[in-house]
């Protein structure tokens, strides 16, 4: 089978880096042909080395990567066009007529198939598997949604993940040899933090209680929004290790843009894990470490809701104190309201959060992962 996947990259990292993943599993671990068009591939290239995005087309393997042109497919792309079984625009990118057009004058027509953002709500259930017919052309849109539930679109989960996970996080040395990759294997002997916030958050109280903490802190911060968040608090980290003023056991070390590979290793390696949005709070999940996780603000405080539909799922069977410090942490800080003791009573208690994010990534793995049920999904209900 081969895939055509479509991405346009609004801001942030985000859609890029899912469709990535999810380009490379189809390839990978089900031996699909997979073509991806993305508008800016060169946001891409941040976290794929082996991209060159001057290129208008270029192959890594099975996957094909070719430039967007949104207005209308140009000779090549229908060239590519006629060899794809499935059409997936990811998160409403939105397929012009041109190129619907071109796929409707397929005989038959490839699978069309929007991949929703991923949700937490139990509305992804009702959604997930619907048809949505064009109303001219003769074309059927079918919603993926990725969820945490059996009845939704899963997880993006490698077929090795855990068990590569399991055997990096039980090996000291392995560790230290990452972290030496990076240029810092001193941080093997400190609590290692991974900074992976949006530009927006609160991170006042979160320095309050690393300021009078006694632990040698290193703090990962990659390029981009986490550092914008830590300027916002007058704290400017640019090429060099920073050392915050009153707190010399703190580190914020800079790290450049790591290839998705590393930046797994990263958060594995880390003790805590701040993230946002979809991909890299996928991911934090997948480390089985503690983390706090910051959605995408949306208009209303819809981001709120999203929350709330998460925490239910996170904490259905966590310790009844570790479930009340949890919520208090990710509520709060998501409004800009936690406290150094927030912070500080949930860490006294990182023993039992570390245990609880374990069985939470075994409890997620008994479902089957995202490219699984999409190709189920496409041979059960989609091609006909």
Same mark, same amino acid.
């Given at each position: ?19 990535? #993943? /999810?380009?490379?599993?189809? !390839? =990978?671990? *089900?031996?699909? @042909? ?9 946001? +891409? ?113 490698? #077929? /090795?993940?855990?068990?590569? !996970? =399991?055997? *990096?996080?039980? @090996? ?9 990759? +990076? ?113 995408? #603000? ?87």
């Amino acid at each position: 089978m081969h895939f055509g996947i479509f991405c346009s990259v609004i801001d942030n990292y985000g859609d890029a880096g899912v469709t990535w #993943r /999810l380009a490379r599993q189809l !390839r =990978d671990d *089900f031996g699909q @042909d997979v073509t991806l068009w993305i508008d800016d591939p060169y946001t +891409l290239a941040a976290f794929a080395p082996e991209v060159h995005p001057e290129k208008e087309v270029q192959q890594c393997g099975k996957l094909t990567l070719r430039r967007w042109h949104r207005p209308r497919p140009t000779a090549s792309d229908h060239e590519s066009l006629e060899r794809i079984d499935v059409a997936l625009e990811a998160f409403g990118c939105g397929l012009g007529e041109p190129w619907l057009e071109t796929l409707a004058g397929r005989r038959p027509p490839p699978c069309w198939i929007h991949l929703e953002h991923l949700t937490p709500e139990p509305w992804a259930e009702g959604i997930h598997g619907l048809p949505s017919p064009h109303p001219r052309l003769p074309l059927t849109a079918w919603f993926f949604v990725p969820g945490f539930t059996p009845r939704t679109g899963g997880l993006l989960r490698e #077929r /090795l993940l855990l068990e590569t !996970r =399991d055997r *990096f996080q039980r @090996d000291p040395e392995a560790i230290g040899r990452f972290l030496a990759r +990076l240029g810092h294997a001193e941080s093997i002997d400190s609590r290692r933090i991974t900074l992976f916030c949006y530009a927006d958050a609160e991170l006042g109280a979160f320095l309050d209680w690393l300021a009078h903490e006694p632990l040698t802190t290193t703090i990962f911060v990659p390029p981009g929004q986490p550092r914008q968040a830590l300027a916002r608090t007058g704290l400017e980290l640019d090429a060099k290790i920073l050392t915050p003023p009153g707190a010399p056991q703190v580190r914020f070390v800079p790290l450049p843009m790591l290839p998705q590979d590393d930046f797994d290793r990263l958060l594995w390696s880390s003790n805590f894990n701040w993230v946002r949005g979809e991909d890299s709070f996928v991911r934090a999940q997948w480390s089985a470490r503690p983390f706090l996780w910051h959605p995408y #603000r949306q208009e209303r405080n819809a981001h709120l809701l999203k929350l709330d539909a998460f925490l239910d799922h996170y904490l259905a069977d966590a310790p009844e104190t570790l479930d009340d410090a949890i919520s208090r942490l990710f509520r709060r800080s998501n409004r800009g309201e936690e406290t150094p003791q927030d912070w500080d009573g949930l860490w006294q208690r990182c023993d039992l959060w570390q245990a609880h994010c374990y069985r939470w990534s075994q409890r997620l793995a008994l479902q089957e992962d995202l490219c699984t049920r999409l190709l189920d999904f496409v041979a059960r209900n989609a091609i006909k």
